[in-house]
């Protein structure tokens, strides 16, 4: 054995740097799968709420960043578990003079995918390894196996991988992790993760609200009809999550814990980096937008509790026999279609992406770590993984041979959903943004002509003329 070798004995073979609720998890998460782990915070009293949780003696805390570093085997692999911002910058120029070439940092927050590719390039220039990583599951996820998205060089994938592996969630089609591409990869598919999120949130609350207003459901009555439906197609973890919510009983009152909760929904801004994204990209994204939207709105309380006194909906409508008999069927068929419509934008999305930047992401592996683990886990993304497993270069998701015909068998419903919502005045701003979507998608022509007529009318923006586009782009005086 070398003088290197035996100093590298006993030393920990991975660091987690901040023991916020995500970062003591996946710590112990590593512990769990024999790795040796020094953590390290700026809070030493988190060691001792560790230790509580049933940290191994091969978990071993330092106060000391020096001493931390100094603790891991080269090449040093930390897991940077901060606030994304400022706080990665300010632990990156901390680590710095600490690290040696080739050791590796993971930045495993929520970053803008910008910042991500900067960091990276700056820190190859120094001969250090940085990987911009995804991580999606929550608390539980992180503890007992989440999904996993790493982007960054594929030579420091390849040193982390076998702790990712051992760490990341299982599911049928194997282990939740892969690498996703260069730099900034891996925080741009977590961020439209997060996008797909919002909107099949903003879902199920407007599934919510059609069926307890239109067909006068308890919340009793929903956990009961979705845990009926979380055993077919529309299976998944947001819908298992809103039946635990539905049953739930304040301890108080008595009453359904949903029905005390303020109706102000917040947001932590990858949504919204989203939706900036896919504008600067020129790839619609309505479905995620009008989840956003949503939440925006929701946070006007009392400006609609004022407007509620001034602007009053429909008054006298009533559902007839046959709706009352078959909305809930119609809901149920509306919510899957509009489903696959918001991920075919997601996944165009990255698509357009990684075209723009040269990531080459799979798609198929995409919907593949996400089966286990991660917020948006459901039964839909197996034909999804399928669909570009087959067409790995697909245009839109809604084109699959295995989801196409499902839209279309599933519209006629689709409508009367937005029908009843429509007639009885509840707002359903992601289920119609996502009907306008496949309708605009499927729709040879659109009313764009007269959109094109009126810019080269009030601006002299040119315009191409169907019968001889080949003509290039010519001006009229529409005068």
């Avoid at 910008?114 to 940085?130: I, M, P």
């Avoid at 999904?147 to 282990?175: C, D, F, H, N, T």
């Avoid at 992401?361 to 839909?380: N, P």
Wanted: contains cysteine; aromatic residues 8%; neutral net charge.
């Amino acid at each position: 054995m070398t003088t290197a070798q035996g100093a590298q004995q006993g030393r920990a073979q991975f660091g987690v740097a901040g023991m916020g609720v995500m970062g003591q998890s996946l710590a112990l998460n590593v512990a769990d799968h024999g790795f040796r782990v020094a953590v390290w915070d700026r809070h030493p009293e988190r060691f001792d709420e560790m230790r509580q949780k049933g940290a191994p003696d091969s978990l071993k805390g330092y106060a000391a960043l020096e001493e931390f570093v100094a603790a891991l085997e080269r090449p040093r692999r930390i897991m940077l578990m901060v606030t994304a911002g400022a706080a990665v910058d300010s632990m990156m120029e901390r680590l710095e003079p600490l690290l040696q070439p080739g050791d590796i940092v993971l930045d495993c927050g929520n970053s803008w995918f910008q910042d991500t590719r900067k960091r990276e390039a700056e820190w190859k220039q120094k001969g250090l390894l940085f990987l911009g990583v995804g991580v999606s599951g929550g608390e539980e996820g992180a503890r007992y196996g989440p999904s996993i998205m790493p982007g960054g060089p594929a030579e420091a994938y390849a040193q982390v991988r076998p702790v990712l592996e051992a760490i990341a969630a299982k599911s049928e089609a194997g282990v939740c992790v892969t690498h996703v591409g260069p730099d900034g990869a891996g925080h741009f598919v977590k961020m439209v993760h997060n996008g797909i999120e919002y909107a099949d949130m903003q879902l199920l609350a407007e599934t919510y609200d059609l069926l307890r207003h239109g067909l006068g459901l308890s919340a009793d009555q929903l956990a009961d009809l979705f845990s009926q439906w979380n055993q077919g197609i529309a299976e998944s973890f947001l819908l298992e999550t809103t039946i635990k919510v539905l049953r739930k009983k304040d301890a108080e009152t008595g009453k359904p814990l949903v029905d005390l909760v303020l109706d102000k929904a917040g947001q932590k801004g990858t949504g919204k980096w989203t939706v900036q994204v896919s504008l600067d990209l020129g790839v619609p994204v309505p479905s995620i937008a009008g989840a956003l939207d949503a939440r925006n709105l929701s946070s006007m309380k009392d400006e609609r509790v004022a407007a509620s006194r001034v602007l009053h909906g429909p008054k006298g409508e009533s559902l007839s026999a046959d709706e009352k008999a078959n909305l809930a069927a119609w809901v149920h068929d509306a919510l899957y279609a509009a489903r696959v419509v918001t991920y075919a934008q997601g996944m165009r999305l990255i698509q357009a992406a990684s075209n723009e930047y040269k990531w080459n992401v799979s798609l198929a592996e995409m919907a593949r770590i996400w089966r286990a683990g991660c917020i948006i886990r459901a039964k839909l993304l197996t034909p999804l993984r399928e669909a570009f497993e087959k067409k790995p270069d697909l245009p839109n998701l809604m084109l699959a041979d295995s989801l196409a015909p499902v839209l279309e068998k599933m519209a006629p419903s689709w409508r009367r959903t937005m029908a009843v919502a429509t007639r009885l005045g509840i707002p359903v701003p992601v289920f119609s943004a996502s009907l306008a979507y496949f309708d605009s998608y499927r729709s040879p022509e659109l009313p764009q002509n007269l959109t094109q007529a009126q810019r080269d009318a009030f601006g002299a923006h040119t315009y191409q003329r169907r019968d001889r586009p080949e003509a290039g782009f010519v001006h009229s005086d529409w005068s």
